[in-house]
């Protein structure tokens, strides 16, 4: 986000009335009648603290990752809002962490990873019925284990949640952990297709972790395990456990006014009417966490190698199409939760936007926007792949755009700045500033990734 132009506003943007301040009129009934109620527990699974102390250790671990470089920190750190301030990660074959991550000239990445890092905010959450840009895992009542995945139904037991099951996919990918078939055994393994069971790719992260004296006394002390009985599930359900307290976020300025604690400042109060009213936000991005979990296409520019059906990298990215087949989800994304979004720049589900002022002003005529998209604004460490082929394409770039069926809608730069002022009052410091926090070492002994 452009945080110079709203500078202090999430800190300000609960005002009490000073003495010898003008007294406010009061919030409009409409407005307030708008709003979404307030949070409370009943939101969020409850919390298991000894999990997640536990899965905060493996969130920071880079044993998860086939080469031992690379840690779920790496592309869901704090410091970038739980993203990783890149447009695309750089995930195996990569050093460094954010904006100055950069290839490893001996150990180059065959591709960059082909989605923006998403942002873990209440993740956990009830509401939240599907993972990924796309929504690949999701709860599923009909389905024995509660949920749908590219993999086989018997892959997915054992998983507490969805949040839990989606770890299931980044330890198999060759550019984000896993690291390529020549370098180490999971990578190996998963080229051969060999998953689950002994001797697959999950078994032999879990018998890695099982190996470390440390964890082995957490695992039985918090799930009973013997070492020889540590699952991969048990991993991903501790990781999860650790993402419920870690990165809860129901604090910032606009839960105070939800609670009826407070009021916004002027300009962001103006904001947030914009957003319930006239610019038509709350359309898709509604309720308490701000997104209506749905899938809408809006002609965010596709940069990178896009994403094939499955777990695959493809040649383009037609987003949900890629998971329901139907010809209405062509170039359809999830609807992003806003909070903390003042954070986790970039922005798009290609990351094609530096700021949150640049998405905006796009983001109101998405298809004009498209014709003039500046290319310069990515956030990308150099690396030797094509980038721009979506884009080049002209039948492509028409397909993108054509998908667009929201109206534009007009908004002068007064607008914007009110708009941008509101969704700087939905950072929630105490979710900024963490409560486990970043451990200074990990029971592997390997580095804990740092900026």
Not at 122 to 144: C, I, L, Q
Not at 175 to 198: F, W
Not at 427 to 446: F, Q, Y
Request: glycine letters at 10%; hydrophobic letters at 40%; aromatic letters at 8%.
């Amino acid at each position: 986000m452009q945080r110079i132009l709203v500078a202090g506003l999430a800190v300000s943007a609960v005002t009490a009335l000073a003495a010898g301040q003008t007294a406010r009129p009061a919030m409009p009934d409409s407005l307030r009648e708008a709003l979404p109620q307030p949070l409370d527990e009943s939101a969020w699974p409850p919390l298991d603290e000894g999990a997640a102390q536990l899965g905060q250790l493996l969130f920071y671990d880079p044993i998860l990752s086939g080469n031992r470089e690379v840690a779920c920190v790496t592309c869901h750190h704090p410091a970038f809002g739980t993203s990783d301030g890149l447009s695309l990660p750089l995930g195996d074959g990569g050093h460094g962490l954010g904006p100055a991550r950069v290839a490893d000239a001996a150990n180059l990445p065959e591709q960059r990873v082909p989605r923006n890092s998403q942002a873990l905010w209440n993740t956990s959450a009830h509401d939240y019925v599907s993972m990924f840009h796309d929504g690949r895992v999701e709860a599923d009542a009909t389905r024995p284990t509660g949920m749908r995945t590219p993999l086989e139904e018997e892959m997915t037991q054992g998983f507490d949640s969805i949040l839990s099951a989606q770890t299931m996919f980044p330890v198999l990918s060759a550019d984000e952990m896993a690291g390529h078939y020549s370098e180490n055994e999971v990578a190996q393994a998963v080229r051969l297709g060999i998953l689950t069971g002994p001797g697959g790719a999950w078994d032999l992260i879990a018998r890695r972790v099982a190996g470390v004296p440390e964890y082995a006394e957490r695992f039985a002390a918090v799930y009973g395990r013997a070492p020889e009985e540590i699952a991969f599930t048990d991993i991903s359900n501790a990781l999860a456990a650790f993402i419920n307290f870690e990165f809860r976020s129901d604090d910032s300025p606009f839960d105070a006014v939800l609670r009826g604690d407070g009021r916004l400042d002027p300009l962001a109060e103006r904001g947030m009417a914009l957003f319930y009213g006239e610019a038509g936000c709350s359309a898709c991005h509604a309720g308490p966490f701000l997104t209506d979990h749905g899938y809408h296409a809006m002609g965010a520019p596709q940069l990178g190698p896009g994403k094939g059906a499955r777990f695959e990298i493809g040649a383009k990215d037609e987003g949900r199409f890629r998971v329901t087949g139907d010809p209405e989800d062509l170039y359809a994304f999830r609807t992003p939760s806003l909070r903390n979004v003042a954070l986790t720049a970039p922005y798009g589900h290609a990351g094609g936007h530096a700021t949150l002022g640049a998405f905006l002003r796009d983001h109101a005529d998405p298809v004009a926007a498209l014709a003039r998209y500046d290319r310069a604004q990515v956030v990308l460490p150099a690396l030797a792949v094509e980038d721009w082929a979506e884009l080049d394409d002209p039948a492509e770039l028409e397909a993108i755009a054509s998908s667009v069926t929201a109206p534009p809608v007009t908004l002068d730069e007064a607008d914007m700045q009110a708009l941008l002022a509101f969704l700087d009052a939905l950072t929630d410091p105490v979710a900024e500033a963490g409560r486990l926090g970043i451990p200074e070492t990990v029971p592997s002994g390997l580095p804990v990734p740092a900026p």
